[in-house]
């Protein structure tokens, strides 16, 4: 059955999820339920400790249940890949100053909520989710690549290099309010002439602002601070490494987990 008639034949809030468009939109329900606790607690989370606690209580239920009711083979190691990965850079960005979350500490010696790095870890399950939906799919991986017996092409050679010069600049040149965004640009409009994207990769970036108004109201709730922001809180540089970052660099490195985790059932 195609992916269009699933979506016209199933109920979308179908329990248990069985087709893509259900699992995603079961995985933004218990986004949801973040988005409405930091809202209410948020602002008075940098006021007293207590309502971080609420915060990260309410969170640790939530994500219990969500791995109770929707968890689905692989979900674990998307999970832990988001909260390495998208947690230690998050933690890394707190320390060299790029932003600064509001919260008053649970755990002193984390300079974020602990809670929010575990967040990492369900925001890339919503991506697992997004790019299985098969609008965003394009074509599956083949372990055709010159390097690592397949594993390693050139492009993703090229995005790890330019991922780690994007966190290098950023960490240098964050105070200033236009050259970061500036550097970006041309960075990653080089890397879309260099390789252009696909169909699918242009897809996913033409669903990103739903994750910049997320993101937006995280700040608009009080939850972090960004430095010289241009829009919803944000500055330049932020909507240009999340356009590079989620359709071209995670959705290359997903696509290979799955492969792996694929083969290996």
């Not at 356009?243 to 959705?251: A, E």
């Amino acid at each position: 059955m195609s992916e269009k008639n699933e979506i016209n034949s199933q109920k979308l809030f179908a329990y248990p999820p069985k087709y893509p468009a259900q699992r995603l939109v079961w995985e933004l329900m218990f986004l949801f339920v973040i988005i409405i606790i930091v809202g209410i607690f948020g602002h008075l989370a940098s006021i007293d400790v207590i309502y971080t606690m609420i915060i990260s209580i309410i969170f640790g239920i939530n994500l219990i249940l969500r791995f109770y009711l929707i968890n689905e083979p692989g979900d674990w190691l998307f999970f832990l890949f988001g909260v390495l990965a998208g947690g230690g850079n998050d933690l890394l960005s707190m320390i060299k100053g790029v932003y600064s979350y509001t919260s008053i500490k649970i755990l002193p010696c984390l300079p974020l909520p602990f809670w929010m790095i575990l967040f990492w870890g369900q925001v890339f399950l919503i991506f697992r989710k997004v790019f299985n939906i098969k609008w965003f799919q394009g074509a599956e991986f083949q372990k055709t690549g010159p390097f690592l017996k397949g594993w390693l092409n050139v492009q993703l050679i090229v995005d790890l290099i330019i991922v780690v010069c994007l966190r290098l600049i950023i960490y240098n040149t964050f105070t200033d309010f236009w050259l970061p965004g500036i550097i970006y640009g041309v960075i990653i409009g080089a890397r879309f002439i260099i390789f252009h994207p696909k169909k699918n990769e242009l897809l996913i970036i033409a669903v990103l602002p739903y994750a910049f108004i997320f993101e937006g109201l995280m700040v608009a709730f009080g939850l972090y601070i960004y430095i010289n922001p241009i829009l919803l809180g944000m500055p330049l540089w932020l909507f240009l490494w999340w356009i590079f970052l989620v359709p071209l660099l995670l959705k290359e490195i997903f696509d290979r987990i799955e492969y792996s985790f694929k083969n290996k059932q």
